[in-house]
């Protein structure tokens, strides 16, 4: 996508995410690769790294380890453009009005502080932890933050995960939560839908400020082949033409003409030659193949190899049968 690392300067990262499972990971995936810089913390307790096989996760027909997984999953944030920092997050501090980030605008942006090393200032924050939101006390009055339930212990507070609304946002102004402490469930393939919807809102009202309206404020991260483009929308002026036809009558003609041209660039990054198509895939594969034992990928790739070879005999002495009925 187009490069928007200066979203804002006064901020160290566009985007904080507390939280490097299927949730943390897949929302800063789709920050990151949206051209904003997004820094993952990862270092809480995690059920997925308890779990002895992962075997309901689409695309993995066998199941996989959840420590293989994990490591997939951080390894495509980082490839996205995400930096991991395994550190973990004491507390989320807001920096609305009180002047300690010289150039942030009144009433934006967080401060982190990781217990060990250096704080982070942060213009948006996707909390994306699964049992702990405690490092979110006072970002908003607490007693919306936070429920207590009676356990064998007595009262245990928990962050309440009614607190954002289905897409992730709440009343705190650049705050998202995103999978199992918004109440999107444990499972991790809903727990990774949850993060790229959430992370898709925070897109939604990025472009929002930006001057985008109804489906254009919507982003897709997507790509088609350039061959099965319409040719009526490839060209730039024909976007202008539908911006001028759907903008809010508050719209200037050269805002509304920026803004159209810009969409315009955007969907033509969105499409792909075929060779540029095949080399992407074939370097998804490789890096598939990186993740798996050396020992296991060669006796997959001695089995497969028997298999071909069993059916083109079994091809040829069909053909030869075939023959000898016809003669």
């Not at 995103?178 to 925070?202: C, E, F, K, Y």
């Amino acid at each position: 996508m187009a490069d928007r690392a200066d979203t804002d300067a006064g901020f160290d990262v566009d985007v904080a995410v507390v939280g490097g499972g299927p949730a943390g990971c897949s929302a800063g995936v789709f920050t990151a690769r949206y051209g904003l810089e997004t820094v993952v913390f990862d270092r809480g307790s995690s059920s997925l790294r308890r779990c002895a096989c992962l075997e309901n996760y689409l695309g993995f027909p066998c199941g996989i380890d959840a420590k293989r997984f994990l490591k997939l999953a951080q390894t495509h944030a980082r490839e996205a453009g995400c930096r991991i920092r395994e550190e973990l997050v004491d507390s989320v501090v807001a920096l609305a009005g009180n002047g300690e980030t010289e150039g942030t605008a009144d009433g934006e942006g967080f401060r982190l502080e990781p217990q060990g090393g250096d704080p982070v200032t942060a213009r948006f924050v996707i909390a994306a932890t699964k049992y702990d939101g405690s490092y979110l006390h006072g970002l908003d009055d607490d007693e919306a933050l936070f429920v207590t339930e009676e356990g064998a212990d007595g009262g245990v507070e928990r962050f309440d995960r009614a607190y954002p609304d289905d897409d992730g946002r709440t009343p705190v102004a650049g705050l998202y939560v995103a999978g199992p402490l918004a109440g999107s469930g444990d499972q991790a393939i809903i727990a990774a839908g949850h993060g790229a919807t959430v992370a898709r809102t925070l897109l939604r009202d990025l472009r929002r400020e930006e001057g985008y309206w109804d489906r254009f404020a919507r982003q897709y991260d997507w790509r088609r082949y350039t061959k099965n483009r319409d040719e009526e929308w490839a060209d730039p002026e024909r976007w202008v033409e539908l911006f001028d036809e759907t903008a809010p009558e508050d719209r200037d003609a050269e805002n509304v003409r920026r803004l159209a041209e810009s969409y315009a660039a955007e969907r033509d990054e969105s499409y792909l030659e075929a060779e540029t198509a095949a080399r992407r895939t074939e370097r998804g594969q490789r890096r598939l193949a990186e993740a798996l034992d050396d020992e296991v990928l060669l006796e997959a790739v001695d089995d497969e190899a028997i298999r071909e070879r069993a059916a083109e005999l079994e091809g040829g002495n069909a053909q030869s049968d075939a023959d000898l009925i016809d003669d």
